[in-house]
T-cell receptor, first 112, second 114 residues
Framework: NAGVTQTPKFQVLKTGQSMTLQCAQD?????MSWYRQDPGMGLRLIHY???????DQGEVPNGYNVSRSTTEDFPLRLLSAAPSQTSVYFC???????????FGEGSRLTVL | GESVGLHLPTLSVQEGDNSIINCAYS??????FIWYKQESGKGPQFIID?????DKRQGQRVTVLLNKTVKHLSLQIAATQPGDSAVYFC?????????????FGKGTKLSVKP
């Protein structure tokens, strides 16, 4: 039972590069979300989706894009990486309206 | 959105003692609260939740208390074990978006001394 799978686990980018963080879940959850975690800041919501074809912005959406073409996948795209996007990124999923989020193991991104 | 904060950034307890982790929230309309545990290098993991129509909820070795009057909740861990060492986050559900999203506090790091 894989749960929520994130790839890659580690990534180093140069300023201006683009990349996609992948997230997949096998629990048939309607809701998926991306958080970033910075020291002393807790977890902050970037984008979320309540189902295939539906996405919305969270607290800190600037510089990130998402899409939800299938129930299982919710990729996070960095359009032009900046050092301020150095962080640990977590993908999470749940059944709609349920506060019990299932998190992936995280993707540590460093932007030089 | 509302803010959810922790009273103390770190907490150190002796193995076998009880631990109490506190959390304050600002939105009096918040009606659903959740505690998560995050071990080093891992994603947060759901521990227990409580709705605003309850004052107390118990799980296995954990109890969450909710005081709506002062907008405060706490997580109590009985007989704390080394495996309880982690960062603990409280979160509440913000209904400002198209559906409820969890707003997390900044976390309390619990260290258990053998």
């Amino acid at each position: 039972n894989a749960g929520v799978t994130q790839t890659p686990k580690f990534q180093v980018l140069k300023t201006g590069q683009s990349m996609t963080l992948q997230c997949a879940q096998d629990m048939n959850h309607e809701y998926m979300s991306w958080y970033r975690q910075d020291p002393g800041m807790g977890l902050r919501l970037i984008h979320y989706s309540v189902g295939a074809g539906i996405t919305d912005q969270g607290e800190v959406p600037n510089g990130y894009n998402v899409s939800r073409s299938t129930t299982e996948d919710f990729p996070l795209r960095l359009l032009s990486a900046a050092p301020s996007q150095t962080s640990v990124y977590f993908c999470a999923s749940s059944h709609a309206g349920n506060g019990e989020l299932f998190f992936g193991e995280g993707s540590r991104l460093t932007v030089l | 959105g509302e803010s959810v904060g922790l009273h103390l950034p770190t907490l150190s307890v002796q193995e076998g003692d009880n631990s109490i982790i506190n959390c304050a929230y600002s939105n009096s309309a918040s009606d659903y609260f959740i505690w998560y545990k995050q071990e080093s290098g891992k994603g947060p993991q759901f521990i227990i939740d409580i709705r605003s129509n309850m004052d107390k909820r118990q799980g296995q070795r954990v109890t969450v208390l909710l005081n709506k009057t002062v907008k405060h909740l706490s997580l109590q861990i009985a007989a704390t074990q080394p495996g309880d060492s982690a960062v603990y986050f409280c979160a509440d559900l913000d209904y400002g978006g198209s559906q409820g999203n969890l707003i997390f506090g900044k976390g309390t790091k619990l260290s258990v001394k053998p």
